[in-house]
Each structure stands twice: as structure tokens, then as C-alpha cells.
């Protein structure tokens, strides 16, 4: 063999190896780290130190500790349930909890009523529109412009014709949605109309990452709206074929000026006006309420705090509902660490939302909280969009926000929190209903996912910070 046929060859088998090598080392890393970051700071390691990372990896990388566990684990005696937690009365320390992270008092004398879908949401919000009076604040992340959505714009153009103070905010990703956009549609019926931190092209200015998602309506400082619905609607579940079943809330009460204020700051920042606060409405029933604003700015992790606090309160239930499910590692550990005490830990998820990678990604971070008694249920169609925490029946946070990064870390969020015997008991109600229709899914079933399906799942899950 020539000397040049003996150096290509070398070439070939050494460029083969890294490959290999390299291949080897970034799935494993894919599949066991716990921590996107970590994984993907392995996989780099790997590619750019060609053998030297495999290497490293290989010595520092890998877990030796849980390997061995796991080989052990068919040894092992099962762990037994755990007996149950002396229930007590977390109500003071979940009322505590809220107001030391938000600095706003939790109120008395106030209403919240659930409406599901828009056959329940939208009729409530546009008859208060066509009764106001004073003032009608509206904030949306998206917003559209045809079908039944039209119904809004209408009826806000008559509110600002006859007078009304009508200010309506649009985020200025969440507008490209719908065709044609919502400001200019709702410019030309005369109403005050702004977008959140819009694209432009010149100059350059693109917040892919900075979304208000909040979704509110003001009418007269009097009655609010606060969820997860958008004015779209995909939001009306009856007789069409894509569709997104949702839960929002109309609130009455003291507990609406704090909204009030959170529209009103918005509307500073986008606008550059000064709204007048209205007048802190009357006591309208028996829920105790309070606002928690989140954002990426001084208002940053104050949701993941509430929770945090909330789920280490929690004696007896947690009941969890989200659309998209991608916890940060500190709500992981407080789930399990429930979970471990005796707490029954129960979450509802779509089997298959708007988002699929969102929920491939969800699936790799799951085997954590499953392996350790939490329970996890992935609902069927059309998809639940519900946004909802509840707490041993005593306590429900209620919002626009998902559990995910971006939701939890990227977005413009708002929570409301509700103490009310009977409203946790009507939503756990609802909890349960979605429960009992859901799948469970399993750890087994998980791990039995083939190889491509589970590589697949893990590589979004690398980017699961921005997804």
C-alpha cells in the first residue's frame, strides 16, 4: 500500500472516530443532562476539542453515581407511599407569601366568575364595553380583526363616539396574528389604539423576546376581565375545526383598581399618557384578591416566587393546568419536594398543542417529576389553553401566564391571586373534569420512546429557554 493510500486511510479512520466519538458523547449528553445548558455546553465541548472532548466528557461528564443507581434500582425494595402530611391551615402563609414578593395588600370584598371558551368571555366583555360609561381599558396580546372578533372593534368605536376615555394595547408581535392588524382597524373607528414595542425596520428594532402577553379589560374601574384568553377567535370552541378551549375571569370588587394600575402603567410606557387611576370600586362579594405583575424588568421571577412559595405551602393537593410545559429547575425541585412529602401533585397538559416543539421539548423534562410521584396527564383535543394553580382548595393563581421560560422569564405577564372557598371549589371541579378525560403518562411509556423520537424531543429541549 502507497504512502499516500496509508495517510488518506489514516485520514479517513481518524475523521470517522471524532465523528463517532464526538456523535456518542452529544447524545448522551442529550438525553441525561437535567439542565439545557449544561447539555449544550457538553455538546459544544465535544465538536470543537475533537477526541479531547469525548474524553473529557467521558471523565467529568458523566454521571457515575445515577448510572449505578439506576443498574441497582431492580434491586431495590419499591418505595412505599409516604404517610400523609398533617394537613393544618396553610391560609396565613399563602397570604404572606404574596404580598412579600408583590408589595401590593391582598384585598377583601371582592367577585371572580369563571367563564370558559368565548361563548362565556367574549358576550360578558362586550356587553360591559356597550355599557360604560367612564373609561375602557383593553389590553390584548393578540387581537383579531374578522369573524366575531370584529364584534370589538365595533362596539369600542361606539364607546369612544359617545365619549368614553377608550384606550386599547395591542402587543406588536402578538398583532402580526391577524390580517389586516388591530391598531390601524381600530385607529380608523376612533379609538386610542397602541402597540407594544413593535417591529421596525428602520431604525432595526426586533423584541422578539420582550412580549406583553398580559390580557386585561377595565370598564369604568368597575368590573375587569384577567386570563388567558386573547380577542381571537380560536377562543369560540363551538362548532369549528380549529379551535382552543381557554378560561378567563371577570372580576368585581377592590381587587380591580390593581389591575387598573397595571394597565395603566402599560399604557405609560407604550404611550407616553398618564392615565387617572378610577376610583377603587365597593365591595362586591367574599374572594380575597391580589395582583402579582411579573416581567423581565424590577418585576422579574416575581410569578415563579408566588409559586415557588404556594407549592411549598401546600398540604393536601396541587392542581396544575397549563398549556405548555416547560418548568425552570426551581419549580422541578418544589414539585418533587411536594410530591416526596405526601402531597398529591396533579398536572393537566395538552397531549397535543399549537406549539409541537414546545411539547417535545415538554416530554424530555418530564421523567424527573414522574419518578417521583407527580402526576401528569396530557389532555386531547380541542387543546386546553387554561392557565390555572390551585392549591389544597384554598388558593387559586389565576393569569396570562404559561409555565414556561418565556412566559416566566421573557414576557410581560400578570397573575391574580384568589382566596374564595367556593371559586377553588368550582375550579377543581373543572380541574377534575379535565383530568378525567385526560391520558396519564408514565415514565415507562416515556423511556420506550425510540431513539430518533427521544433525540428529537431532546434537541428542542436545548433551546427550551427560548421556545
Known amino acids: 500500500m502507497s504512502t499516500v493510500n496509508a495517510a488518506q486511510l489514516w485520514h479517513a479512520a481518524t475523521g470517522f472516530a471524532y465523528f463517532f466519538l464526538a456523535a456518542w458523547a452529544s447524545g448522551h449528553a442529550l438525553l441525561r443532562k437535567r439542565d439545557p445548558r449544561s447539555a449544550l455546553g457538553w455538546i459544544g465541548v465535544c465538536w470543537l476539542l475533537p477526541f479531547a472532548g469525548a474524553a473529557l466528557y467521558a471523565m467529568f461528564g458523566i454521571n457515575r453515581v445515577e448510572t449505578r443507581g439506576r443498574r ?17 391551615q396553610p391560609l396565613t402563609q399563602l397570604q404572606r407569601i404574596g404580598g412579600a414578593v408583590s408589595g401590593l395588600p391582598l384585598l377583601d370584598g371582592n367577585r371572580v366568575e369563571p367563564l370558559e371558551n368565548g361563548e362565556q368571555a367574549y358576550p360578558a366583555m362586550l356587553q360591559a364595553i356597550e355599557a360604560a360609561r367612564t373609561r375602557v381599558w383593553l389590553g390584548s396580546y393578540i387581537f383579531d380583526t374578522g369573524g366575531y372578533c370584529r364584534r370589538f372593534i365595533d362596539a369600542l368605536g361606539r364607546a369612544a363616539a359617545r ?62 376581565f384577567a386570563g388567558g384568553m386573547n380577542i381571537a377567535n380560536r377562543h369560540l370552541a363551538a362548532g369549528r375545526r380549529r379551535t382552543t378551549r381557554d378560561l378567563h375571569f371577570s372580576l368585581r370588587g377592590p381587587v380591580v383598581a390593581q389591575l387598573a394600575a397595571a394597565f395603566a402603567r402599560d399604557w405609560a410606557f407604550t ?8 376610583p377603587t370600586p365597593a365591595a362586591a362579594g367574599n374572594a380575597r384578591c391580589r395582583v402579582i405583575i411579573d416581567g423581565p424588568d424590577e418585576d422579574l421571577d416575581k410569578l415563579v416566587l408566588v409559586m415557588l412559595g404556594a407549592i411549598a405551602a401546600a398540604h393536601r393537593r396541587i392542581c396544575i393546568m397549563t398549556p405548555y410545559f416547560l418548568p425552570p429547575r426551581e419549580l422541578v425541585a418544589a414539585l418533587v419536594a411536594a410530591a416526596l412529602r405526601g402531597v398529591t401533585v396533579e398536572i393537566v397538559v395538552p397531549q397535543r398543542s399549537n406549539l409541537r416543539f ?17 402526576r401528569l396527564n396530557a389532555g386531547g383535543v380541542p387543546f386546553a389553553h387554561h392557565k ?36 377553588c371549589r368550582r375550579l377543581e371541579a373543572l380541574f377534575d373534569r379535565e383530568r378525567a378525560a385526560a391520558q396519564p403518562l408514565d415514565a415507562i411509556r416515556l423511556a420506550r420512546r425510540s431513539l430518533p423520537v427521544r433525540l428529537r424531543d431532546g434537541i428542542f429541549w436545548l433551546f427550551s429557554p427560548y421556545l
Open 388 to 423: 390555572l394553580l390551585l392549591i389544597d382548595g384554598i388558593y387559586a393563581l389565576i393569569g396570562s401566564a404559561n409555565l414556561d421560560p418565556r412566559s416566566l422569564r421573557l414576557n410581560f405577564e400578570i397573575g391574580v391571586e384568589v382566596f374564595d372557598l367556593e371559586l
Open 271 to 278: 404611550a407616553g399618557e398618564s392615565l387617572q387611576p378610577p
Open 72 to 88: 441497582l434500582q431492580g434491586l431495590s425494595p419499591r418505595r412505599g407511599e409516604l404517610p400523609p402530611h398533617d394537613a393544618g
Open 358 to 374: 414546545v411539547d417535545w421539548a415538554g416530554r424530555h423534562a418530564v421523567g424527573e417529576l414522574l419518578g417521583h410521584g407527580v
Open 163 to 224: 365619549g368614553v376615555q377608550t384606550r386599547v394595547l395591542v402587543d406588536g408581535f402578538g398583532e402580526l396574528y391577524s390580517l389586516p392588524h388591530a391598531v390601524s382597524r381600530l385607529r380608523r373607528a376612533g379609538v386610542a389604539a397602541e402597540r407594544f414595542l413593535p417591529p421596525h425596520l428602520l431604525p432595526p428594532t426586533l423584541y422578539l423576546n420582550l412580549r406583553n402577553h398580559r390580557k386585561l379589560l377595565i370598564v369604568d374601574g368597575e368590573i375587569g
